[in-house]
């Protein structure tokens, strides 16, 4: 019996067994997590099946002091917060969970699909042979700037803060001003207070996947500014450690993804 379920409709009559059963188009599989797209009278589901990770996974997180992440509570938790906190995010329609033993613990996590979107990965691919517009860039930045800042001053890290977990619905650009949401957090942590090297984490890989898609040091600059919410000087002055530690975190993981390119070259 699940120790925990929760579904809306179209799945209020659905089994625990049943959800975890439930077949469609995969998009990820590996050996504890699986997910499928499914559809329900026109309308897209992702489903996030996890099965207990194992003793041995839970161990080894654990030798070099990182929180295994044991099922879907991580990331429905998280986006909860998230709409608490007014962040645009994915919607749940589906939750369960069942089995006290972390090691073998299953769960699940379903979620509606966000329709006419755009990773900003994507988006600005091109932007270094055609930029876009001034407005247009000011706004992303911005409005990335903005939710990053929030999750960080609310104590949350994401840990794979990169754009394509940004996901901005098309058609807003047609409106006041762009919507973006977050997406991704199976992985996400909250805390009272987030730890300096967490906010350096999550800081370096959105700069690391940034790093080539022509931003100015103007650019930078109006991040820095925003994301400390103090001036350029202070934020140089006081938090010239961070963002060292920033730039090197963002260096380093790209020296890395450039190595992992070129082997996959040479093998090809």
């Given amino acids: 019996m699940a120790s925990q379920l929760c ?32 559809e329900r009278d026109g309308q897209g589901y992702f489903i996030k099946t996890h099965q207990g990770v194992g003793w041995r996974e839970i161990l080894k997180n ?25 962040i645009a995010t994915m919607d749940i329609v589906g939750y369960g969970k069942r089995g006290v033993n972390p090691a073998t613990q299953q769960s699940f996590i379903i979620t509606k699909e966000l329709s006419n979107i755009i990773s900003l990965e994507t988006l600005c691919a091109t932007w270094g042979e055609k930029p876009p517009s001034f407005a247009l860039k000011q706004q992303l930045l911005d409005k990335v700037t903005a939710i990053t800042k929030q999750l960080h001053d609310n104590g949350i890290n994401h840990r794979d803060l990169y754009l394509c977990h940004f996901i901005l619905d098309k058609s807003s650009l047609e409106q006041s001003g762009p919507t973006i949401y977050l997406i991704d957090l199976h992985r996400a942590q909250q ?64 020296n890395e993804f450039q190595q992992t390119l070129a082997a996959h070259g040479r093998l090809a």
Wanted: charge should be positive.
């Fill in 191 to 254: 805390r009272q207070c987030l730890p300096l090297r967490w906010r350096v984490k999550d800081v370096g890989g959105l700069y690391f996947s940034a790093l080539h898609i022509g931003l100015t040091k103007r650019d930078c600059f109006r991040f820095m500014k925003r994301y400390t919410g103090k001036s350029l000087r202070r934020t140089l002055y006081e938090d010239v450690a961070f963002w060292r530690a920033v730039a090197s975190r963002a260096l380093k993981l790209d």
């Fill in 7 to 38: 579904l809306s409709a179209p799945f209020t009559k659905t089994s625990f067994n049943e959800v975890m059963a439930l077949d469609g188009q995969v998009f990820r599989q590996c050996a504890n997590r699986r997910v499928v797209r499914i």
């Fill in 62 to 86: 654990l030798l070099t002091l990182r929180l295994p992440v044991l099922g879907a509570s991580n990331e429905y938790h998280a986006i909860k917060r998230l709409h608490a906190l007014g």
